[in-house]
């Protein structure tokens, strides 16, 4: 049984724990081995064993362990959201997310490599080496969540959590041919997650499959008096199952799909294969604009940078992680700490918000930008009184090769052109596999309202279902010929980062 878990999705994995055909310690400890061997770089701590929950027995998701994005506070586990100034910080609690799954059942499989703070779509900025994507080693798995995406992609791990700011779950899922959604902003809790830009950071599934994002994000969503912007869900989140998309009304905008994108021609022939696939499954299709889509990325590139300069304030050298010393005084330290532990692309987000919230700035930029974000809302709430859903591809390429865009942040940045509209607007998306482009997957992306999420997961069920995309070939050879090496096979605990760097 144990050579066939790798072809179980999570859901499949739990029923056979469930029927007694699998142990959960069985389960545990091959994910455990794959994690640790620390191929593609994905892991930055891998534990040494199943947690003892007595009270996790028999739950919905006992026995699937959970490869958690390093940025999620986990108590006495290190937790250093990709970046130096947190080496080493184990933090006295953990994150309500995580600690809902642990109570469902899923235990804390290990930390995964991000882009650090989250502010990437690479994860090349990562102080701890970048993620290789299974399905190429010499390309990106994208970011920020990209150790999670890789993992699961890999077969590393059954199932993955990570954060989404302006694409950080989306993107890379896609990038790695693997489901990911961003909730609606509320439905789960931030307390525990360190945060990037609070109005816009929301905690998602990376998974094998529709049916395991359903089901990892039931037990995801929910009130939780300890953030402020969290709401009560109003429903609970069913498993999917419906096969065909009768009276689907779906949305292509032309600003985010035409010209202007610049979407690859074979990431633009997947998706509209997958539209008129849509078509024979009963939905119907029409073009829709969203007029002020295209300044998403202006507006996110102010505002998410003005959120995250006030937010990483708190990295001082006092209170966490890193501290370079002195005896010349405090503010030397603060400098000195700063410089060391912040990797280029955080100081330059910084640098970028400190500039927008400054004094006779603020509303030149950050208020335009706050204006432009209002006008996006809008436009969706245009789109979906006449949709269902507004279907793009989830990134304008494939996974492109590790360097290629390094020295070119614009370039980049327009990596999140068709993700960063949503977050904008605080509605939920979703990224599915819809095929390959060169032996690369492709992604499509199905936004709609606030809440529409079980709407969301029945169509992209559908979907998947008719496309039949098949990820085996990021398993194969995961742990392969490098995969002790890397970080040392069979050891947990923390890894040796950056050793593919
Ligand atoms: N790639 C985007 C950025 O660099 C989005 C990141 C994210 O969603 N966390 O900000």
């Known amino acids: 049984m144990t050579a066939g878990l790798l072809e179980l999705t999570a859901a499949q994995a739990g029923a056979a724990v469930r029927a007694g055909e699998l142990s959960a310690e069985e389960v545990f400890e091959v994910y455990r081995a794959r994690a640790a061997s620390n191929s593609l770089n994905a892991f930055l701590w891998v534990a040494d064993a199943a947690p003892a929950s007595p009270k996790a027995a028999g739950a919905e998701l006992a026995g699937i362990p959970l490869a958690v994005k390093d940025l999620f506070c986990t108590e006495g586990v290190p937790s250093q959201a990709g970046s130096r100034i947190l080496e080493g910080y184990r933090p006295p609690y ?168 610049g979407v690859d021609p074979g990431v633009r022939r997947s998706f509209e294969e997958t539209v008129a696939l849509a078509e024979r499954l009963g939905a119907s299709v029409e073009s829709c604009r969203l007029p002020h889509a295209p300044h998403a990325l202006s507006a996110y590139y102010l505002i998410a940078p003005a959120e995250a300069s006030a937010n990483l304030a708190r990295f001082d050298g006092v209170r966490y992680g890193l501290r370079v010393g002195g005896d010349d005084g405090l503010e030397q330290m603060y400098e000195r700490t700063r410089g060391r532990g912040f990797g280029a692309e955080v100081k330059r987000r910084i640098m970028l918000g400190t500039y927008a919230l400054s004094s006779g700035y603020y509303e030149a930029y950050y208020g335009t930008a706050l204006k432009v974000r209002t006008k996006i809302s809008d436009d969706f709430r245009e789109a979906f009184s006449r949709f269902d859903f507004v279907v793009t591809p989830t990134s304008p390429w494939t996974a492109f090769e590790l360097g290629a865009k390094l020295d070119d942040p614009l370039a980049m940045y327009l990596n999140d052109f068709c993700t960063v509209p949503m977050p904008l607007a605080g509605i939920p998306a979703i990224s599915i596999p819809s095929g390959l482009s060169e032996g690369l997957p492709v992604g499509f992306q199905l936004s709609g309202p606030a809440f529409s999420e079980n709407r969301l997961l029945q169509a992209a069920y559908a979907l998947e279902r008719a496309i039949g995309f098949d990820g085996s070939r990021a398993r194969e050879g995961a742990v392969g010929d490098d995969g002790g090496a890397l970080g040392g096979a069979g050891r947990g605990g923390e890894l040796d980062p950056g050793a593919v760097a």
């Open 94 to 261: 953990t994150a309500t997310v995580v600690r809902r799954l642990a109570e469902a059942g899923a235990p804390l499989l290990g930390k995964t490599n991000q882009d650090e703070f989250a502010m990437g779509s690479s994860n090349e900025n990562s102080a701890y080496g970048p993620v290789l994507n299974p399905w190429d080693r010499g390309r990106v798995p994208g970011g920020s969540s990209g150790g999670s995406a890789a993992a699961v992609a890999a077969g590393l791990a059954p199932w993955a959590i990570g954060t989404d700011t302006g694409g950080s779950i989306r993107q890379p899922a896609a990038l790695c041919g693997i489901v990911g959604m961003k909730p609606t902003y509320g439905a789960v809790s931030r307390f525990g997650m360190i945060a990037f830009a609070s109005s816009l950071d929301q905690a998602g599934p990376l998974t094998r499959d529709v049916t395991d994002c359903a089901l990892l994000l039931r037990h995801m969503i929910g009130h939780d008096r300890r953030d402020s912007t969290s709401v009560q869900f109003p429903e609970e989140i069913a498993l999917p199952d419906r096969d065909d998309l009768k009276g689907v009304r779906l949305g292509v905008p032309e600003e985010l799909v035409g010209a202007e994108g």
